[in-house]
């Protein structure tokens, strides 16, 4: 049985950084890709950053380019997202997922396992 368990969420100031961490269990988390979705109260999901299978390949929305980097470590079977000089903006529950092996990064459906969910609140 696949979990995945994120932690690391929490209340910030603007302009702050928070680094989460996704905890997985269950085979072969080398295999698979990973990545980081949120939604904030009344949005859809959205993509926030993908990784490869092995960390030579990683992904962003726009909206995070440049501030967030996605990173993984497949001895501890864990991946993380380190999060800099957030805004408001920003605020949502972040969601890790692991990637199907096919279809798009950006895309939910291309994921099959996804944690619970850890809320990141940002004050201006």
């Known amino acids: 049985q696949v979990q995945l368990v994120e932690s690391g969420g929490g209340l910030v100031q603007a302009g702050d950084s928070l680094r989460l961490s996704c905890a997985t269990s269950?085979?072969?988390?080398?295999?698979?890709?990973m990545g980081w979705f949120r939604q904030a109260p009344g949005k859809e999901r959205e993509f926030v950053a993908g990784?490869?299978?092995?960390?030579?390949?990683?992904y962003y929305a726009d909206s995070v380019k440049g501030r967030f980097t996605i990173s993984r470590d497949n001895a501890k079977d864990t991946v993380y997202l380190q999060m800099n000089s957030l805004k408001p903006e920003d605020m949502a529950v972040y969601y890790c997922?692991?990637?199907?092996?096919?279809?798009?990064?950006?895309?939910?459906?291309?994921?099959?396992?996804w944690g619970q969910g850890t809320q990141v609140t940002v004050s201006s």
């Open positions: 997922a692991r990637r199907t092996g096919s279809g798009t990064y950006y895309y939910a459906p291309s994921y099959d396992y």
């Open positions: 269950g085979r072969s988390f080398s295999n698979y890709a």
């Open positions: 990784i490869n299978w092995s960390g030579s390949s990683t």
